[in-house]
């Protein structure tokens, strides 16, 4: 039905910058809100930033001031700037969205994930 893709993924050293893609393809009416999220080795998935179809913005403490998540509704897709990249912010990047399907309803989607790895 829906099918999220993410991409822009890579190894970087500390300090530096990425930008992550998603994007939304299938049977898609519209999307409510869409967000990014990110799990390290041993860890549990954590928010990372969110944002609603009205570009509202919502981040986590850690990545306040460094990275910055936008969307193109007309591209049905969304970004992750990621600058002064740490160590700590090593992990697969998960994209996620709340889409409105066409006569099914609303259904949350995950992506593949993309691996972020950030060398000291």
């Known amino acids: 039905q829906v099918q999220l893709v993410e991409s822009g993924g890579d190894l970087v050293q500390a300090g530096g910058s990425l930008k992550l893609s998603c994007a939304a393809s299938?049977?898609?009416?519209?999307?409510?809100?869409m967000g990014w999220y990110r799990q390290a080795p041993g860890k549990q998935r954590e928010l990372v930033a969110t944002?609603?179809?009205?570009?509202?913005?919502n981040y986590a403490d850690s990545v306040k001031g460094r990275f910055t998540i936008s969307r193109d509704n007309g591209k049905n897709t969304v970004y992750l700037q990621m600058n002064s990249l740490k160590p700590e912010d090593t992990a697969v990047y998960y994209c996620?969205?709340?889409?409105?399907?066409?006569?099914?309803?609303?259904?949350?989607?995950w992506g593949q994930g993309t691996q972020v790895t950030v060398s000291s």
């Open positions: 944002i609603t179809s009205s570009g509202i913005t």
């Open positions: 996620n969205a709340e889409v409105v399907l066409y006569m099914r309803g609303i259904n949350r989607y």
């Open positions: 299938g049977s898609i009416f519209s999307i409510n809100d």
